[in-house]
């Protein structure tokens, strides 16, 4: 609930910023897929069908640069169908008690003429959070539209993905791999 009510507020801070450029996700073409390698068998490859998030750009002194994206845990579909009830329980994400992972880049410098930032970014999943690199690739579709390719990994273990059996990585590797691959539109 914490994760909700702040993504509220920064979100009605930006909105209320007139220095800021504020751009939305499209979440009718965007995407935010995971895999997770698998000893001796097919990869868990993933995608989240619901999340939220924003850029907000302060063009004038490049102070208050800041992207936040949440994903909701329980909107992701697995290619491992019989196991999804499994993957949302506490052994892994434990989604009822944990349901938004979160992106928070907190301040960035960016320049428009560059297509590559390279940022730190704080990942929270399970009320446990990160600092994580954050290599972003920017396509300028339109002046007013913008696609975002990013990628990053991080240990499962390290956020308790994964508990009792599953904690070894023998068979179930520990890296996570996220894509993502979203567009902006400037509000």
């Known amino acids: ?20 450029d504020l751009w939305i996700i499209d979440k009718n073409i965007s995407s935010i897929e995971f895999e997770v390698p698998v000893l001796f068998a097919n ?29 909701r845990i329980d909107s992701l579909d697995i290619n491992y169908k019989r196991y999804k009830d499994l993957v949302l329980s506490e052994v892994f994400f434990d ?7 979160l992106i928070d880049t907190n301040n960035f410098k960016f320049n428009y003429e560059d297509n590559k930032i390279n940022l730190k970014g704080e990942l929270t999943i399970k009320d446990k959070s990160q600092t994580i690199p954050i ?19 991080f240990s499962r273990n390290d956020f308790k993905i994964g ?11 520990d890296i996570i791999k996220i894509k993502a691959n979203i567009f902006l539109f400037k509000e």
Not at 2 to 13: D, E, P, R, T
Not at 51 to 60: A, I, K, P, Q, T
């Open 43 to 71: 990869n868990v490859i993933g995608k989240f069908n619901e999340y939220d998030g924003f850029v907000s750009l302060d063009l004038s002194n490049q102070n208050n640069n800041k992207a936040l994206i949440n994903v």
């Open 135 to 153: 290599d972003i690739e920017i396509i300028k579709l339109a002046s007013e539209f913008v696609q975002i390719k990013s990628e990053i990994s």
């Open 163 to 173: 508990t009792g059996n599953w904690k070894n990585t023998t068979i179930l590797k």
């Open 95 to 101: 989604a009822k008690k944990y349901p938004l992972g």
């Open 1 to 20: 609930m914490k994760v909700i009510f702040s993504l509220f507020f920064i979100f009605l801070y930006c909105k209320q910023s007139i220095a800021n």
